[in-house]
């Protein structure tokens, strides 16, 4: 099982700050006024730091955006990696790591007001961006599935293809969640019981009894 760590980014003291407060003015922006309304000059001058500064970091505002994204990201990472090295059985670090990433899309949702649609819209720009991270996912999946493969709690044919269903099933329920269409379960605030249901009856290994 892979020990994570947390992103670079995170880690690093030579982070640039100025690039940071750029990045977060920009994503404040695109919560309030959207994306397409926003322009560098509006970034530049909620940022106190000029156009020349913020072309020093960026060429354009789509180079902003992006950059907006994989902040959003690299938070999501780091908070499942946080989950994949808990000390706990395969089945409760997989309800843990479904609750946490819910959790996560309710963060982003309450606070990047119309940015929330297009951070998990499935769009080219926002995919591209994704993709890296999604592969990331998939791998931290894997080897919970893994684990509970050897613990014996955990039964099925291959873990790779059953971790990258899990992953796109996620992805799939994140914009209905978003819309308030799917809604978490009041008992412990967890993970709706019916999916919960479901995925578990697929891959708990059962009695042979």
């Not at 000059?41 to 020349?52: C, E, F, M, T, V």
């Not at 505002?61 to 994204?69: D, G, M, R, S, T």
């Not at 997989?94 to 606070?111: D, G, H, Y």
């Not at 059953?162 to 269409?181: D, M």
């Amino acid at each position: 099982m892979h020990n994570y760590v947390q992103p670079i980014y995170y880690r690093s003291m030579s982070i640039n700050k100025t690039r940071n407060t750029l990045i977060e003015v920009a994503r404040q922006l695109f919560a309030k006024l959207g994306v397409d309304n926003t322009t560098m000059n509006d970034i530049a001058l909620a940022s106190h730091k000029g156009r020349r500064t913020l072309y020093t970091y960026f060429n354009n505002k789509n180079e902003v955006y992006k950059a907006v994204l994989e902040s959003e990201l690299e938070q999501m990472q780091e908070a499942l990696y946080e989950v994949a090295n808990k000390d706990l059985p395969a089945d409760e670090k997989l309800i843990l790591f479904f609750n946490t990433r819910f959790e996560i899309v309710k963060n982003v949702v309450a606070r990047n007001g119309t940015l929330k649609a297009d951070f998990f819209r499935d769009i080219w720009r926002v995919q591209y961006v994704r993709k890296s991270y999604d592969k990331k996912e998939i791998v931290v999946i894997k080897d919970i599935l893994d684990q509970g493969v050897k613990e014996n709690i955990f039964e099925m044919p291959g873990t790779q293809s059953i971790a990258e269903v899990l992953h796109h099933a996620l992805k799939g329920l994140e914009l209905p969640y978003i819309r308030g269409l799917m809604k978490m379960s009041s008992k412990d605030n967890g993970i709706d019981e019916n999916i919960a249901y479901l995925i578990f009856e697929g891959i708990k290994k059962k009695d042979k009894g």
